[in-house]
């Protein structure tokens, strides 16, 4: 009994300063976000100028329909501009408080996989942005015709860019689990090559899920997507050509 309260109080003792150092980095990340979100607030209204510059062009315009509506937008704008600017904080209070129960190589690797997954979620937001939304925008505007005009609430386009948004830097993700399976010996690079018409049909469906229901818009989120796919199986090397290549 002695010792069962011997372990109870060391595992109380080891867990309570994680918790509080977890605490810690909670409170840090909260009161990051809300300080940054009354200047955010404050550059919503330019930043949502400049994304209706960006998919309108002067001939057509954006409305609202309810008295509040273009406020609830800002404020959408304020929290996604909120979470950019604090991000590179909220994951070094992270890092650090996992620094210290990874090894060297573990630390590397995560460092890695965190700069790469961080690099492929930007650029599929800026492939997003600045390359599909004009273009599935142009696509909407073109069944117009007389007597059929398009009329856009600004809260419907900013939510369909802001959602976009993030099935593209998620979707862009696939060349990084591509190259992680391969690497961490999970499926062999030559199952994956024998998979491919099955990897397509299932981007395709996961396009058809999460993008509007045009074939537009599916397919200009599948075809990079498989690109990509391509690119992580291209990258990722089998260990047994390594090996052969040492023997050699």
Same mark, same amino acid.
């Given at each position: 009994? %002695?010792? !069962? +309260? +011997?372990?109870?109080?060391?595992?109380?003792?080891?867990?309570?300063?994680?918790?509080?150092?977890?605490?810690?980095?909670? &409170?840090?990340?909260?009161?990051? /976000?809300?300080?940054?979100?009354?200047?955010?607030?404050?550059?919503? $209204?330019?930043? &949502?100028?400049?994304?209706?510059?960006?998919?309108?062009?002067?001939?057509?315009? =954006?409305?609202?329909?309810?008295?509040?509506?273009?406020?609830?937008?800002?404020?959408?704008?304020?929290?996604?501009?909120?979470?950019?600017?604090?991000?590179? &904080?909220?994951?070094?209070?992270?890092?650090?408080?996992?620094?210290?129960? /990874?090894?060297? #190589?573990?630390?590397? !690797?995560?460092?890695?996989?965190?700069?790469?997954?961080?690099?492929?979620?930007?650029?599929?937001?800026?492939?997003?942005?600045?390359?599909?939304?004009?273009?599935?925008?142009?696509?909407?505007?073109?069944?117009?015709?007389?007597? =059929?005009?398009?009329?856009? #609430?600004?809260?419907?386009?900013?939510?369909?860019?802001?959602?976009? #948004?993030?099935?593209?830097?998620?979707?862009?993700?696939? $060349?990084?689990?591509?190259?992680?399976?391969? %690497?961490?010996?999970?499926?062999?690079?030559?199952?994956?090559?024998?998979?491919?018409?099955?990897?397509?049909?299932?981007?395709?469906?996961?396009?058809? =899920?999460?993008? $509007?229901?045009?074939?537009?818009?599916?397919?200009?989120?599948?075809?990079?997507?498989?690109?990509?796919?391509?690119?992580?199986?291209?990258?990722?090397?089998?260990?047994?050509? +390594?090996?052969?290549? /040492?023997?050699?």
């Amino acid at each position: 009994m %002695r010792k !069962m +309260k +011997k372990n109870k109080t060391l595992s109380n003792e080891t867990i309570l300063p994680h918790l509080e150092a977890f605490r810690q980095v909670l &409170l840090h990340c909260l009161i990051a /976000l809300g300080v940054v979100f009354i200047p955010a607030f404050l550059a919503a $209204p330019m930043c &949502l100028n400049a994304l209706t510059r960006l998919f309108l062009d002067s001939s057509h315009s =954006l409305n609202y329909f309810t008295p509040l509506e273009v406020f609830w937008v800002q404020v959408k704008l304020a929290f996604v501009i909120d979470l950019i600017f604090c991000a590179p &904080l909220i994951a070094r209070s992270v890092w650090r408080f996992l620094l210290p129960a /990874l090894y060297e #190589s573990e630390r590397r !690797m995560i460092r890695y996989l965190s700069l790469c997954a961080a690099g492929l979620f930007i650029t599929g937001v800026c492939c997003c942005l600045f390359f599909i939304m004009p273009t599935v925008i142009r696509f909407g505007f073109s069944f117009e015709s007389v007597g =059929l005009n398009a009329v856009w #609430s600004i809260s419907a386009l900013i939510d369909f860019a802001l959602k976009l #948004s993030v099935v593209f830097g998620l979707m862009f993700q696939f $060349p990084l689990m591509t190259y992680a399976l391969i %690497r961490l010996k999970i499926v062999s690079k030559e199952k994956v090559k024998q998979q491919r018409p099955s990897v397509f049909l299932g981007i395709l469906i996961l396009s058809a =899920l999460l993008t $509007p229901p045009d074939i537009i818009s599916q397919l200009l989120l599948a075809l990079p997507t498989y690109f990509l796919f391509e690119l992580g199986l291209f990258f990722a090397k089998d260990e047994k050509k +390594k090996k052969k290549v /040492l023997t050699l």
